[in-house]
T-cell receptor, first 113, second 114 residues
Framework: DAKTTQPPSMDCAEGRAANLPCNHS???????VYWYRQIHSQGPQYIIH???NNETNEMASLIITEDRKSSTLILPHATLRDTAVYYC??????????????FGKGTSLLVTP | GAGVSQTPSNKVTEKGKYVELRCDPISGHTALYWYRQSLGQGPEFLIYFQGTGAADDSGLPNDRFFAVRPEGSVSTLKIQRTERGDSAVYLC???FGQGNSPLHFGNGTRLTVT
């Protein structure tokens, strides 16, 4: 599976957009980009995923570059409750051995008042 | 609806003892995953079930760890002869088991081996 690279930490002011980058330069054509986050003392929470096109849901937007080697998760109006560790993961679209996600260390996002 | 439920939420045991951790997945989810998370690290894959069978157990660290899912729903992670290094949060997740089905996680069981 392709590995991902994320900055270890980021800060964002409350109400501003949080833009979290992820590099996945070795991604292959059959791999999705997934984003999860983990708030302290809770299990990881699914945010969004995409293959080629940009995606948006009620939580966030996902921008994937045309060459698919990097992506950005955008939280349009960050709140204090968005403080969490954000994980960018690539996973195959089709696998005979399951879809277990390989988490790295993620980006610790701190939203400040 | 109900999410993934893990019990107990906390477990303290003595070195050398046997422990069982339980996971109740979301109803209808065929795939079930166990992960382990140490302090400051991301979750680490242990084992994956599709239905009743363990389709991938490559993440189990050694033969002291074993997991079952006899009826394709509830799963139990079993650890024999616990060691202090087994202390971690054990997370369970379930999904529909298809390529783009997101994983839904429980809040984990915090295991402390003294």
């Amino acid at each position: 599976d392709a590995k991902t690279t994320q900055p270890p930490s980021m800060d964002c002011a409350e109400g501003r957009a949080a833009n979290l980058p992820c590099n996945h330069s070795t991604i292959s054509g059959n791999e999705y980009v997934y984003w999860y986050r983990q708030i302290h003392s809770q299990g990881p929470q699914y945010i969004i995923h995409g293959l080629k096109n940009n995606e948006t849901n009620e939580m966030a937007s996902l921008i994937i570059t045309e060459d698919r080697k990097s992506s950005t998760l955008i939280l349009p109006h960050a709140t204090l409750r968005d403080t969490a560790v954000y994980y960018c993961i690539v996973s195959p679209t089709n696998s005979n051995s399951g879809y277990a996600l390989n988490f790295g260390k993620g980006t610790s996002l701190l939203v400040t008042p | 609806g109900a999410g993934v439920s893990q019990t107990p939420s906390n477990k303290v045991t003595e070195k050398g003892k046997y422990v069982e951790l339980r996971c109740d997945p979301i109803s209808g989810h065929t795939a079930l995953y166990w992960y382990r998370q140490s302090l400051g690290q991301g979750p680490e894959f242990l084992i994956y079930f599709q239905g009743t069978g363990a389709a991938d157990d490559s993440g189990l660290p050694n033969d002291r760890f074993f997991a079952v899912r006899p009826e394709g729903s509830v799963s139990t992670l079993k650890i024999q002869r616990t060691e202090r290094g087994d202390s971690a949060v054990y997370l369970c997740a379930s999904s529909f088991g298809q390529g783009n089905s997101p994983l839904h996680f429980g809040n984990g069981t915090r295991l402390t081996v003294t």
